[in-house]
């Protein structure tokens, strides 16, 4: 086994990559399978280990134990037959979507996976129903039926192209009606799925030790034998453990500082390569209509004229993310710049006025929240860069509360939070996925948000179209709906970085089209 304790701390490669899904790979090599386990350290930890409650980055952990009909394998960008053998459309309107299965399906504990295993999975999500949870990416479905063991056949109650990237989300992973019940969540901590890893252990906020899964059955082809993730608090203490041997690789939540260091030193002192490239991850402010002052859209609309996004995305992320002016994010086809086309850049004076026009002249009261674990170790900077914004003003009365994500999420899903920050990695890479999740009544912000014109009318139109090319129209107006709200406000776009020790391959092509880790492509080199 090669042993990167021996090697000098020096030359460390910074990879700069256009697609993070390209097969192609700077840092690829083939690596036996018996070496200790790959360890990846991320400030993302699990908020739960069922799919059916989850609508979260626990998604991460549930690529790698659980399996989907479809899913990415590198170099994909739409959906590809993974549990399933094949899945097409039967029908010319595009409401009745058929897959059949692979021939021998077995769960990690050996047990048969077959057509009614699916068909539990996708229906306990609807009856469980958790608020905030996957049930909102399932609102085109009317049955789900399994004829016979191999096949599973879903009737959609209206056209809908999206649904085989539906499919392909983690929420839709595949468990066994043994072990998880039809009515009911499981919290044992246990799992049992189809993936290609078991989970041989599970400390909440701690760790995860993944196995190789020896039934599974799929695309995805191990570069490993093992992988353990390791959960951290922030990013400083996350990269000491990279630059003390004491993990491979990190990913998720390192913060603009720690960038900053590693991209100074890459090329000088340490033995660490910095992986990065365009991400689609966005972060924004939510504002609750069970709130009285949030609910007025004159007060949203001053929030929205006062942030400064562009000092935000300087100041606090030293320019390691991009200022966004829109729900979709740039290199997405539909994109727009709504929200600076409305209010160009932040003015005090233009905000004063609109709440003025609404009959308000008092500084406005607003409690914002956000979460201390989740999105990185710069939220709470952001959020009292946004406090020092809105008080700047004198229009607002700002009261900064904070929890961690475990308690964050069922304090939004209850409507606790007047505004709350979100951040938001696309389930799949399609303008659809960052509109659709958060209006309706039931949605990913666990507040409901009746946008009619876009739920009855807009989404559906587009949903009719093979060729996601032509729904420009659509999403742009679907925007412009969004922005005279303002119930919801895009702060930033991050970009994808992984710092990993030299010794790892694979880092360059090991995240899917929505950003999640397919740790089976991670290996370790053996020589140089």
């Keep these: 086994m090669f ?12 990879a700069s990559i256009s697609s993070l899904v390209t097969g192609c790979g700077v840092l690829s090599s083939d690596t036996p399978e018996d070496e200790d386990p790959i360890v990846i350290g991320t400030t993302s930890s699990p908020s739960t280990l069922d799919p059916a409650a989850s609508w979260d980055s626990s998604w991460e952990l549930f690529r790698n134990i659980y399996q989907t009909l479809l899913s990415y394998p590198v170099g994909a960008s739409t959906p590809q037959p993974d549990a399933a053998e094949s899945c097409e459309f039967s029908d010319s309107s595009n409401q009745v979507f058929r897959c059949e299965l692979r021939e021998g399906l077995k769960f990690s504990d050996g047990g048969t996976l077959d057509a009614k295993a699916v068909k539990h999975s996708i229906d306990r999500i609807r009856k469980i129903n958790v608020n905030g949870g996957p049930a909102g990416l399932l609102g085109s479905l009317e049955r789900v039926q399994a004829p016979n063991e191999r096949e599973v056949v879903f009737y959609l109650n209206k056209p809908d192209t999206t649904f085989p990237f539906v499919l392909a989300t983690p929420a839709m992973s595949i468990v066994d009606p043994d072990s998880y019940p039809a009515g009911a969540l499981r919290k044992d901590g246990a799992v049992v799925g189809s993936g290609p890893y078991a989970l041989q252990s599970y400390e909440e906020g701690k760790e ?3 196995v190789r899964n020896e039934h599974y059955e799929g695309h995805a082809e191990h570069r490993n034998g093992a992988v353990t993730v390791r959960y951290f608090q922030d990013s400083s203490t996350m990269v000491k453990a990279l630059r003390e041997d ?9 913060a603009a500082g720690d960038v900053i260091d590693l991209q100074g030193k890459a090329s000088k002192e ?3 390569q910095l992986v990065e490239g365009t991400g689609t991850d966005i972060n924004y402010l939510v504002f609750n209509p069970k709130d009285p002052w949030a609910d007025k859209k004159a007060v949203r609309k001053a929030v929205a004229q006062v942030i400064d996004r562009g000092a935000i995305a300087h100041k606090v992320y030293r320019d390691t993310v991009d200022p966004l002016y829109s729900m979709v994010p740039k290199g997405l086809t539909g994109h727009t710049t709504g929200f600076f086309d409305d209010y160009g850049e932040p003015s005090v004076a233009k905000a004063r006025q609109i709440l003025t026009s609404a009959g308000i002249t008092e500084p406005v009261p607003l409690t914002l929240w956000y979460t201390t674990d989740r999105y990185g170790s710069e939220t ?8 020092r914004q809105l008080e700047a003003s004198k229009l607002f009365d700002v009261t900064l509360k904070s929890r961690p994500w475990k308690t964050y999420v069922e304090g939004y899903q209850k409507g606790e939070y007047p505004v709350f920050g979100r951040g938001w990695s696309p389930d799949f890479p399609d303008a659809d996925n960052f509109i659709a999740p958060f209006v309706g009544k039931q949605n990913a912000l666990g507040t409901p948000y009746e946008a009619t014109r876009i739920t009855n009318d807009l989404l559906p139109s587009s949903r009719r179209e093979n060729d996601r090319a032509n729904v420009v129209k659509q999403f742009k107006e679907a925007q412009r709906i969004l922005v005279e709200d303002a119930r919801l406000l895009p702060l930033w776009q991050g970009r994808q970085y992984v710092a990993a020790s030299r010794d790892i391959s694979g880092a360059e092509r090991a995240l ?3 950003t999640i880790m397919m740790m089976w492509e991670l290996s370790r080199k053996t020589s140089w």
Excluded: H, M, Q
């Design 208 to 210: 995860a030790r993944l």
């Design 512 to 514: 899917d089209p929505s």
């Design 3 to 14: 042993n990167r304790n021996r090697c000098l701390r020096r030359v460390a490669a910074i």
């Design 380 to 387: 709470g900077l952001e959020f009292k860069e946004i406090e």
């Design 246 to 254: 004491r993990i491979d690789l990190t990913y998720r939540g390192l």
């Design 270 to 272: 340490e033995e660490i």
